[in-house]
């Protein structure tokens, strides 16, 4: 069976500064997609960046990117220069195969406060 | 604009009632997905659908129930079967099935049982 876990249930990251949110995954399978989502209090869910499973260069997109290290299957979140607007949660998720129906599988996640 | 319609945002119920969420998408999309989300907790898939007519169980289906008569509609019934039924409520779509490609969601439905 696929798992996600994040271990920090809540995150402090001052303003400006880096801030990396963990992510572990399990499977079985040898394809696979890594997701990560943000989440506002307004609970609508906002994809952030994606990591398949083959990709050799770890993935970015403006402030995010992902340091994906397969041999120890993790996929954390490194946000860079941390803005008060950054304050939300924020899910990591795998995406299983056609054959299991292409569901998202949530971690748990992580609540992200940002200080000024 | 394209995108995922929800509606209500919010909805109240009195228990022993059923209630419809309703999901709309105009993205041509072919997957469409039912998640459940409780307070501080990630979310759970309760059905999902690949193609129109066809549907899925997901781990949390009992109580709820839906259809899939059109490629753009995926409704909901939360019935009364359902013991906790309080919760909000995320439809998603996608452009396929597999595992690249990310799924994209609606605003949210605000489910709450009296």
């Known amino acids: 069976a696929q798992k996600i876990t994040q271990t920090q249930p809540g995150m402090f990251v001052q303003e400006k500064e880096a801030v990396t949110l963990d992510c572990t995954y399990d499977?079985?399978?040898?394809?696979?997609?890594l997701f990560w989502y943000k989440q506002p209090s307004s609970g609508e869910m906002i994809f952030l960046i994606y990591q398949g499973s083959y990709d050799e260069q770890n993935a970015t997109e403006g402030r995010y990117s992902l340091n994906f290290q397969k041999a120890r299957k993790s996929a954390n979140l490194v946000i860079s220069a941390s803005q008060l607007g950054d304050s939300a949660m924020y899910f990591c998720?795998?995406?299983?195969?056609?054959?299991?129906?292409?569901?998202?599988?949530f971690g748990q996640g992580t609540e992200l406060s940002v200080k000024p | 604009d394209g995108g995922i319609t929800q509606s209500p945002k919010y909805l109240f119920r009195k228990e022993g009632q059923n209630v419809t969420l309703s999901c709309e998408q105009n993205l041509n999309h072919d997957a469409m997905y039912w998640y459940r989300q409780d307070p501080g907790q990630g979310l759970r898939l309760i059905y999902y659908?690949?193609?129109?007519?066809?549907?899925q169980k997901g781990d949390i289906a009992e109580g709820y129930s839906v259809s899939r008569e059109k490629k753009e509609s995926f409704p909901l019934t939360v019935t009364s079967a359902q013991k906790n039924p309080t919760a909000f409520y995320l439809c998603a779509s996608s452009t396929t099935g597999g595992n690249t490609g990310e799924l994209f969601f609606g605003e949210g439905s605000r489910l709450t049982v009296l």
């Open positions: 499977t079985s399978d040898q394809s696979y997609g």
């Open positions: 659908s690949q193609i129109v007519n066809d549907f």
């Open positions: 998720a795998m995406r299983a195969n056609y054959n299991q129906g292409g569901k998202l599988i």
